[in-house]
């Protein structure tokens, strides 16, 4: 999850800085509802670094 963390730190700090973080607002959440859903429906060992990646956005985007 480090890894996914300091990745997604950098994306969300261009994005923030293109856009406004009340633009993104509406849209951070995603991420987070897509790994929930992964989590919930799959079994396969995978699908728990899926939601270790897309939980990520979420985290990173609150501290920025």
């Known amino acids: 999850m480090a890894v996914s963390t300091v990745t997604f730190a950098l994306i969300c700090g261009h994005l923030i800085d293109k856009?406004?973080?009340?633009?993104?607002?509406?849209v951070f959440l995603l991420p987070m509802a897509?790994?929930?859903?992964v989590l919930g429906?799959?079994?396969?060992?995978?699908?728990?670094?899926v939601f270790m990646g897309c939980s990520a956005f979420p985290a990173v985007f609150r501290t920025r």
């Open 41 to 49: 429906m799959l079994e396969a060992q995978w699908s728990i670094f």
């Open 19 to 26: 856009f406004s973080a009340t633009a993104l607002l509406p």
């Open 34 to 37: 897509l790994a929930c859903l």
